[in-house]
């Protein structure tokens, strides 16, 4: 992800917050079993770019002043999001049957699909436990909301597989239930725990979940066109697994004849070189790309001014980010 | 499970209460996709003792005076107590690899591993919003405990698969984890929810995980020992799966010499009869079920009184139904 450059106070008061979050990520974790301590190592090596958490801290800097310090909440919020995210990965490695992940290998590969079902489970469990621990029932409702979301998403998602009627309509539902509505949520309540009004977090809310229909369209680009040695996580797991992202979408419902027929060949049979081929001579690789450009720009459109300033700049380059990454 | 037979009045509440909690399961999985929908009508099919959400409806109805009705809150944590169970069932039916349930196919057997550990995780998130409508944080926050608790001991249980070390206490304090806590939470929250003091939801919560070790005993006493068409579920996963149980430990702890290695031989062979042979002949089965029914004595000894006679008294015959069942 690209880098932004915020004011040198507020990128003090993100990197103090980011590591607040982190410190509560790990302790929240801790068990008084070393087997479990050893597999929640390991997923911490998994954190990255940490979007979310940076979107809750920044969303909530937003609508605070300078000098005035975010709420505990934000914190939680933070880390339990991050959590969820982490959660996420670990079983979708399982369903992808993915071996790399962040240049490391992934839980399924090196302990089994029952130690990264329910090590994904205890994730879980404790976001929900953290998420608790703020005392706010509207937080636990909010992110109950999101992860039965989130997993709607994924089940329609493998409901769909190897469907190659699957619609670009439906592709945007499943992508905006099993990864955008997270976003939304990191930057939804970031800026209501700062006292946002409600109609400033609803748009911080929309900024978020256009940032992350585009992070996924991203994604799907990265699996179909990525470099493993760069992504450092397993690519081709898209065509492997049947799932039909936007490229081959917009291929299959805008080319006739033998373009069209090849690309479903390719398809079934798995071929990612000719595949790749097709999708870029009929520039579906790039319709893809251009619609989630749309998505970024429409996003920072809609993004409400913020009481810090610096804030609301950052904001704009970190959705700039979302597409604007080679892993 | 043996049924207890309680008077006409509380039998009717218990009724009421269950099809109560049978609606708000139900409608809080309903989803506007056909394919999510379709699989929670599968998994309510698992539902057979509702040994939890009974436990919620009769510790409340136990601290409530007779003709008085028992909370909402009762309705959403029986309700949230048995989606965390069906939860555990879908996800160690992949563990196990296991293929029949409740007389039925398994979600793992008959869509694959990917849907049922995205069913698991959608059953997890929808129990977590369930507790969140009712508003109460202490709730959210020791439900969260309990599933954590929960995750903990299902993962200390596979990193000691094919562990011929496994002793005795380690085994209770995994089964105390994976099985009591949420079983003695149905008891602590009925009772707690309808006014008992600290002290009798605590006396309340002490019988429910009594009762939780016995029944995870009796669990694997028909894995060991049942008959599959009458357990209704794939039996001997145990022993396929390298997990040491009580009738095992005890006899690998208590036999010396050929009779000890012969058993060792028979679990790494995975060979269910001869080990069978091996642990009737030394006891260890006897001495697992007399273990079974010392903790539902010691139990039943510790239940406290309550406002409604009646209510104690199922108490009891519950109790003892968890140990003498063959299904």
């Known amino acids: 992800m690209t ?23 790990e302790s929240q974790l801790s068990s008084r079993f070393p087997a479990v301590n050893d597999l929640c190592r390991h997923v911490e090596g998994y954190r990255g770019k940490m979007l979310r958490p940076t979107l809750v801290i920044v ?18 919020i933070a880390a339990t999001v991050e959590m969820i995210h982490m959660a996420t990965l670990v079983h979708d490695d399982v369903l992808d049957e993915a071996a790399m992940r962040r240049r490391g290998e992934t839980v399924n590969s090196l302990r089994g699909n029952e130690t990264a079902v329910m090590l ?39 409901s769909r597989r190897h469907d190659l009627a699957l619609d670009a309509n439906t592709y945007f539902e499943i992508v905006r239930r099993k990864t955008a509505v997270l976003v939304g949520a990191a930057c939804e309540l970031g800026a209501r725990l700062a006292g946002a009004s409600v109609s400033e977090a609803q748009s911080m809310r929309s900024f978020g ?13 990265l699996d179909l066109l990525g470099d493993e040695a760069t992504v450092g996580k397993s690519i081709g797991r898209d065509l ?40 870029v001579r009929s520039g579906s690789i790039d319709a893809a790309r251009a619609r989630a450009i749309e998505f970024v720009l429409e996003s920072k459109r809609g993004l409400p001014a913020t009481r810090r300033a610096h804030a609301h700049e950052l904001l704009l380059k970190l959705a700039d980010g979302v597409v604007a990454r080679d892993s």
């Open 240 to 279: 492997e697994k049947g799932k039909l992202t936007l490229p081959m979408i917009l291929h299959i419902s805008q080319t006739t004849g033998a373009e069209r027929h090849a690309a479903l060949r390719a398809i079934e049979a798995k071929d990612g070189a000719a595949l790749r081929t097709l999708l």
């Open 3 to 25: 880098r932004a450059f915020p004011s040198t106070a507020l990128a003090a008061d993100i990197a103090a917050g980011l590591a607040r979050v982190e410190t509560l990520f």
């Open 120 to 158: 994904g489970d205890y994730l879980i469990s404790n976001a929900f436990h953290l998420c608790s621990r703020a005392g706010d029932p509207a937080l636990n409702l909010r992110l109950g909301e999101v992860t039965n979301t989130l997993c709607e998403g994924e089940l329609v998602q493998l």
């Open 209 to 221: 979940e256009g940032l992350g229909v585009a992070f996924q369209i991203q994604d799907d680009l």
């Open 59 to 76: 969303c909530g800097l937003a609508f605070t002043d300078e000098g005035e310090p975010l709420k505990a909440e934000h914190d939680i």
